[in-house]
């Protein structure tokens, strides 16, 4: 494809169309990423509880009087003492002087966790024993206090220890598992995996949003924006009508009409292509109501179902026929055979027929001009309904029988390599691409004129055109 037609496929990043394609892109990997929060959550909890263990606590508060202070004032001096106690503590425990007497009165191998500790600017100390067993934590605290005075005197001096508070045998643990705070922290974990796979997901599968997006892989000009309707039942697809347009799909179409009548006659055709680049973008509902559009203004129109693998027309607007494309291109009936009336005057119709393996050799045949230049004689305009090009080869080969193509696009459906390749197929046939058609849009993909129409959802509008 020549240089007019592409551009980066992968451009500058808008933020917003970031943000949009993150959402979309999570919301497709729902399922998983409620399964990767469900599980961080639990992993998280479950480590808390193989984890946990229970201590427990007994403590004692003493006020320190010295013994025949050398200090004009009493009351520093104790004050000084229960501080200079609570300082030199972890020293005593760990030289061995307090902990050999403990462990060897209590018959113990080790010691648990013993602190000490001064209150303030007071003369009040406080000893805490911490252990798994509330009964060794109690049995070392009553040990360490009577032992710690001895020991500690060669340091602070001669001391008094009188109660003031002590806890007794501890009966709870004083730690607690912390579900809620673990349980957080695996949801979090969980959220930020979830948005990590969904950003991988987005910048593996970026697909197209809006008219910039569309413009930036291939650049031709965006000639219309089809919304999404709500209400149509399987087999059926929205078809412009003069009913009341809540979702302004009849304003979208008709104004796709003028635009694709007046490309038309500016190059002097009538034969319009409609093809998409992958199945399910909705090409047969274009068609149609490209069609239907142009038959209503009081044109002659032929729409003609050229997917002879899965033709799909005669499903969508409810028309039955032996004869079809197919039939009359293996020469088993006569062009006037294969027409059918629709509901919408002046808009006749020719199915595909029934399904062959292999059309491409149909398509090429001498037939297939035969069948083109007669119809051209006909009516004013022919629409081709063809398969996805970036599948199959017969849009290409449909294309030579085409004075120009529309290639329909989905909003966020297909990626913009196949998109690409799409409109490569396309531009090898050598006739004009007169634009692309976004179609199922939502109103916030719209940015100006008639582009913002639609809500809602298409449904199984397209009967086989979903499986296209």
Excluded at 59 to 87: D, G, I, L, R
Excluded at 104 to 112: D, H, N, R, V, Y
């Amino acid at each position: 494809m020549n240089n007019k037609y592409m551009d980066n496929v992968y451009p500058k990043i808008d933020l917003i169309a970031l943000i949009r394609g993150l959402i979309k892109s999570a919301m497709r990997l729902l399922v998983p990423g409620i399964l990767l929060v469900v599980l961080a959550t639990s992993v998280m909890c479950f480590r808390v509880w193989h984890s946990y263990y229970p201590r427990y606590q007994a403590s004692a508060s003493f006020t320190v009087h010295m013994k025949n202070p050398f200090y004009s004032t009493q009351q520093y001096y104790n004050n000084s003492a229960a501080e200079q106690m609570a300082k030199t503590f972890p020293q005593i425990l760990t030289n061995g002087l307090l902990s050999d007497r403990v462990k060897e009165q209590l018959g113990i191998t080790a010691m648990p966790d013993v602190r000490a500790s001064a209150v303030g600017n007071t003369n009040i100390f406080t000893l805490t024993v911490t252990s798994p067993d509330p009964q060794v934590a109690y049995d070392v605290l009553n040990c360490v206090i009577e032992n710690y005075p001895t020991v500690a005197e060669f340091v602070v001096g001669s001391t008094e220890l009188a109660l003031l508070d002590e806890s007794g045998m501890p009966t709870q643990p004083v730690n607690r598992p912390d579900y809620i705070r673990s349980g957080l922290l695996g949801a979090f974990a969980g959220f930020a995996i979830w948005g990590c796979l969904a950003f991988f997901y987005w910048a593996t599968h970026r697909t197209v949003s809006g008219e910039e997006e569309l413009r930036s892989v291939i650049n031709l000009p965006c000639i219309g924006r089809m919304p999404k309707v709500r209400g149509i039942k399987n087999g059926r697809c929205p078809v412009v009508n003069d009913r009341n347009d809540k979702f302004g799909f009849n304003e979208s179409v008709r104004l796709l009409r003028i635009r694709v009548e007046r490309a038309l006659d500016k190059i002097g055709g009538k034969v319009l292509l409609v093809t998409s680049t992958l199945p399910n973008e909705g090409k047969t509902t274009v068609s149609i109501n490209i069609a239907t559009a142009l038959a209503q203004k009081g044109k002659k129109v032929l729409l003609v179902d050229c997917d002879l693998r899965n033709p799909s027309v005669g499903s969508v607007l409810g028309i039955e026929n032996q004869n079809g494309l197919s039939e009359f291109l293996k020469a088993r009936c006569d062009i006037n055979s294969i027409y059918c009336n629709s509901k919408t005057p002046n808009l006749s119709v020719v199915l595909g027929g029934k399904p062959v393996d292999n059309p491409v050799m149909l398509l090429n045949n001498r037939k297939a001009h035969i069948f083109v230049e007669e119809v051209k004689k006909s009516f004013d305009y022919i629409i081709l309904d063809t398969p996805p090009s970036a599948m199959m080869a017969d849009a290409t080969e449909i294309g030579q029988w085409a004075d120009a193509s529309i290639l329909t696009v989905r909003q966020d459906y297909a990626l913009r390599r196949q998109i690409l390749e799409a409109a490569q197929s396309l531009n090898d046939t050598g006739k004009p691409i007169l634009g692309t058609i976004i179609n199922m849009t939502t109103p916030q993909s719209g940015k100006s004129g008639y582009y913002g129409y639609g809500y809602g959802y298409y449904g199984s509008y397209g009967g086989r055109d979903d499986e296209e």
